[in-house]
């Protein structure tokens, strides 16, 4: 009955209860409710690589929950000796302390010691957790006779419902250590890089003392001399308890105060560096995601407190050996970026994402922005769009052509230049007025060519006359359709304008849109999956804090490309590499995607990309198994520099892919039908090009001069612009390529 008074009398001065009468005590103590409800505590949430490795955590309040079993004895001895000694005496509040710290703060006219047990202060700890408004914890953590007697209640009613053991566990579980550390779990990490079972007994004391004040026995940022006089304090309460001996107390007290400290994860920026910019990348998408909350501010939130266990795709392995291979082809201090993406086929799954940078906030030497940076060079932003791909890009207007109807076999008398339908060029781009006239990058390459032999030596005059057949909006679509997203506002405004106009954007085929790895990797494992198309995602698994499976985060695929013209596009594709499979395949490719067939032992396809003056240089291959996409240019200036060599991203495929690919069993790839082969009649027809330029087949000593001429004129202008001819099938249009964007304001790009 006179609970309510004795709490209040105990906790202030006399002066602060005037007036409070035993009857009005009582009758509010009886009238408070009893059941606590207890919030689910914010819990950190683990990112892990495919096998269990950690990559980062994420948290609001760094706390890893522990079960009782998992916390030793001397710990449970040492908080309860350093908080509350007749903690399993009680029934939630202890009279006798009351009644000391009523006596003692009368005599001081101020308070000058409390009297909370752990059941109390666990109490006071879920009513600030289940607060919702700035009052609400006001009030459950203000010094108000209220709170004392409302935190009573609810402790004796909690000691009926709960065991000793589950009381301590939950105290332990949300008890703040300081630094960051909420829990015991956490804060055996933050001081001395141990798990609780680890700690010795001067250890367990120190940080049972600290939760009395965490800012006044800081020993890393604070006073360690106070953290040190309150360990031995608790030490001594222990002995006086019998928890340990007295020698044992000794001995632990005249133990230096050694720390270790750990710094808690928690962004991407403090994780595993190998992992950064893929765990980024899983950030954006995780807060991209509405499955995961309202918007994307709820989403982080979600994830900082939901105590998820995620673990990724990403393969340990296939990082390690595409991290090894950008930095050898490439310094991190370099001006010069390349990267890759690997994806696997049918499921999206992305296993691993790497470049010669360094994911980090910290400034670089010299203004230079290399070689820390967290900017998304490998997926892309709005404001980070990505690359001009080249010549990557006339696998859209292959597969847009196979599935209008046209064969393999289809063939194109293909000019070393043509005359397109496409107006308003100038420069060396223009002919007969203002007309766009590409041009092949060797002439070597006139002559009649088939879709297998057009992308084996990467043809231009072949694919925009292609284009022009099968219109630019199909082929641009087709490239939606597969993976790729516009994010440039040009790009976007052409991806638009070809929607009603058959004369806008001509050169995309040639690949001056800009796309990043990742788009690129997942179109391309879209045909090695038979023209299913799954987004990108880096999930493997994903479990709450109870350890149950989530089911979300399942491949989320979509039949987009009939899988016999998929078959027939992978087919074509692996001439570029010199894997021909159904014989179609000139011998004439060059070096640079070559040789990418001969590093493996089992079937391959890809193509390889350059732009204008070699601005940029790319390779994206796949097996039925794997796809990667790799990309060599100036991030911070695209169309100003040319790379270095521009068989570096085929030099980084084979060496990430014959790693990524040695536990992987060789898959064949299907074969195409004869109907996407050769056509209904088994012979499809030669389609001539505009005889006004490069001339189709009009009578056979006609055909043969006009030959004659331009390959004597495309081998001076070779000569005179030093162009590497036969050594890259994938020089590309030396120069005579629209640009990326508007088709009104044309400048130079090559692309292959």
Known sequence: MLTGVVIAAAAFPVVAVTGLTAKSASDEFENLPSDLAAPPL???????????????????ENRTPLSISQIPQMMQDAIVAAEDARFYKHNGIDAPGIIRAF????????????????TQQYVRNVLSYAANTVTERRIATEDTVGR??????YAIALEKQLTKQQILERYLNIAFYGNGGYGIGS????????????????????????VRSPTSYDPISGDAGAAQTRRNYVLTRMADLGYITRAQAVEAAATKLVLHPKKPQGSCVNGNPLYGFYCDWFLDWWKSN???????????????????KIVTALDPASQRAAQKAVDQEVSRSSNFATGIVLEQPGTGRVTAMA?????????????KSAPNTVNPLLTGTNVSPGYQAGSTFKLFTLAAALEKGYPLGTKIYSPGRI?????????????????????????RMTGTHTMWSGFGESVNTYFVQLEERVGVKNAVNMAERLGVTFRSSVDYDQRNAVQTNPNAWGSFTLGTALVTPLDMATAYATIAARGKRCDPTPLLSLADRNGRQIAFGNPTCKQVLAPDIADAVADAARCPVGDDAAGGCSRKNGVTAGRVGGAFVRPIAGKSGTTDENKAAWFVGFTPNLAAAVFFSDPDNPSKRPVPNYRVPASVFIKTMQTALSTVPPKNFVAPSTLRKYGPDGSPPTLKSDPSVGGGPV???????????????????????GDQGDDNEDEDDGGTAPPRGNARTPTPGRTN
Not at 148 to 153: G, N, Q, S, T
Not at 292 to 303: A, D, H, P, V, Y
Not at 356 to 366: A, D, I, Q
Not at 699 to 720: A, G, K, L, Y
Request: charged share 30%.
């Open 42 to 60: 914010p819990q950190t949430s683990y990112l892990l690589a495919s096998d269990g490795s950690p990559i980062t955590s994420f948290y609001a």
């Open 355 to 367: 470049i010669n940078r360094t994911y980090s906030l910290k400034k670089n030497p010299g203004g």
């Open 290 to 308: 509405p499955a995961f909350g309202r918007n994307r501010t709820e989403r982080e939130q979600n994830l900082k407190t939901g105590g998820y």
């Open 148 to 153: 004392k007697v409302r935190e009573a209640r």
């Open 187 to 210: 804060a055996a990490q933050r001081y001395f890089s141990k798990t609780p079972e680890q700690l010795t007994l001067a250890e367990a004391a120190m940080l049972a003392g600290m």
């Open 103 to 118: 006596v003692r703060n009368q005599q001081a006219g101020d308070i000058q010691q409390g009297a909370s047990t752990l």
């Open 419 to 443: 005359k397109t339908q496409f107006r308003n060029a100038s420069g060396p781009v223009a002919c007969d007025g203002d007309y766009w006239c590409p041009k092949n990058a060797a002439g």
């Open 699 to 721: 009578d056979p000593d006609q055909q043969r001069r006009d030959r004659e001429r331009r390959r004597d004129r495309d081998r001076d202008r070779d000569t005179r612009s």
